[in-house]
């Protein structure tokens, strides 16, 4: 069989590379492992995220869509979706900080990702997409044409000859890897993370997301909860490893934690896992007749708007490379460009999230305690959201030096460190 293009793995950014190439009028394959594309197996906190110019791009959800106001595509949504306000950080004894627009606009937008992937999967069938479900990729040699693609499909091998083929596998990358993509780019940790959706958690808003910070939580990393996927539900996300599972975690956490309390009458209603391999970002997504998009060429996630971008992205750059222009070139300046984690000063974000183990409860409670009752601006972004914090608690710098002369050498020595050097 042969193609203009394959498409490895049909998560938000190969469906919505398929549709754009499809549109283009390329004769494309979308291979996906599982059966039913449109069915959450992994951990996912499903939410859009509302800041502006967020990963190259400002979304909104209106008119019954998923519109991207700079990449310029629309995916059809219609479905629940659900208003977040608020962002607390909280300290073991209490003390939050808050991010929030004056207006209260949304930080992020919850929705349902399987409405949205199947929504993907029927447009791809309409605009003649040869989907097929059920199709394992196992590896892919280049054959000066392009490209040759080994299939597993029911029990049966299959060859797939294609002009040009976008990975988009996710976050574990594996046939990047199996084709000698990944092979400089280390991989820096593999986190085990569970979401747990509850019944009967206490205290929580629906329109806040909380993440706690601190020993006291009994977590290994922040732990976050914010609104789960059916109305009164709450969604716990823990982060362990192969040491420490998050199901050990879980039990410490809702048992003897600083928040037990409010999770006294619990019960579990399901709950999706992901191992996530940290690997540093692909700097050059590209490679001969080869394209990594989506998770498969980031710093863990690209998030679900990011990698619709990538998708859209990449359809059109396949096109263009199939008539002679310089698509993938096109593709690589505008990831570099557009994704934080591929700037150099990314590894920064360490500040943020090494507040745990970095510092000790009393400590995390007496810098909260600095800025409690500030309102910081409203932000997701994970590298924006620990600058804005850290901005904030160095507003203080020399009561700090005066009232805690340890822990200001501490913060000024670690402000100098990159997530590189912690790991
Ligand atoms: C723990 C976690 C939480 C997240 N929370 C959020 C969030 O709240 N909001 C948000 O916007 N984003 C979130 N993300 C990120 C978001 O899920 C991803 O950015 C997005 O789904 C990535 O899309 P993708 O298409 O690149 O990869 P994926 O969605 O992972 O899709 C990859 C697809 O490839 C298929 N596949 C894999 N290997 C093969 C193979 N060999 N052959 C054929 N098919 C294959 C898989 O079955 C899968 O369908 C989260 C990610 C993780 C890991």
């Not at 499903?46 to 502006?52: F, N, P, V, W």
């Not at 280049?142 to 596998?169: K, M, N, P, Y």
């Not at 399901?270 to 391999?277: I, K, P, T, V």
């Not at 804005?388 to 009232?403: D, F, K, N, V």
């Amino acid at each position: 069989m042969t193609c203009d293009l394959a498409i490895a793995g049909a998560g938000p950014a190969g469906l919505m590379a398929a549709l754009s190439a499809a549109g283009r009028g390329l004769k494309t394959v979308l291979l996906e492992k599982r059966l039913d594309a449109g069915r959450l197996v992994r951990a996912c906190c499903e939410q859009l995220i509302m800041d502006r110019d967020f990963q190259g791009d400002t979304v909104r959800l209106e008119g019954g869509a998923v519109v991207s106001l700079e990449n310029g595509f629309r995916v059809p949504y219609v479905g629940p979706a659900l208003n977040v306000v608020n962002k607390l950080f909280v300290s073991p004894s209490g003390s939050a900080i808050r991010f929030a627009h004056a207006d209260l606009a949304p930080i992020v937008v919850k929705i349902d990702k399987e409405l949205l992937l199947r929504g993907l999967w029927e447009a791809c069938a309409r605009a003649g997409v040869d989907l097929r479900p059920g199709a394992h990729v196992s590896g892919a040699v280049e054959t000066g044409r392009g490209v040759e693609l080994s299939v597993t499909r029911g029990g049966r091998q299959e060859r797939i000859a294609a002009r040009r083929l976008v990975i988009s596998d996710g976050v574990n990358s594996h046939l990047a890897s199996r084709m000698g993509i990944n092979a400089h780019r280390p991989c820096m940790a593999t986190a085990l993370c569970v979401i747990y959706f509850l019944e009967g958690a206490e205290g929580f808003r629906p329109d806040t997301l909380y993440t706690f910070f601190g020993r006291a939580y009994r977590g290994l990393a922040p732990i976050t909860v914010n609104a789960g996927r059916q109305p009164g539900q709450t969604s716990l996300v823990v982060i362990g490893n192969r040491a420490n599972p998050p199901e050990k975690l879980f039990r410490a956490i809702t048992a003897e934690g600083a928040l037990a309390p409010r999770f006294r009458t619990i019960r579990v209603d399901g709950r999706l896992g992901c191992a996530a391999r940290a690997y540093m970002p692909l700097r050059e997504p590209a490679r001969g007749s080869v394209l990594v998009i989506g998770d498969a060429a980031a710093y863990v996630e690209v998030e679900m708007q990011g990698a619709l971008a990538c998708g859209f992205r990449a359809g059109r750059a396949a096109a263009e490379e199939l008539t002679g222009g310089s698509g993938f070139a096109d593709y690589t300046r505008w990831w570099q460009r557009s994704f934080e984690f591929n700037g150099d000063d990314w590894m920064q974000v360490a500040q943020g999230f090494a507040l745990v183990p970095a510092y000790t409860d009393d400590e995390l409670d007496y810098l909260f305690g600095l800025i409690e009752g500030e309102v910081l601006e409203g932000t997701y972004n994970q590298y924006r959201s620990p600058r804005l914090m850290w901005g904030a608690i160095l507003q203080h710098t020399e009561r700090i030096r005066a009232e805690r002369p340890a822990l200001h050498a501490k913060i000024m020595s670690r402000a100098k460190t990159t997530l590189g050097d912690m790991l």
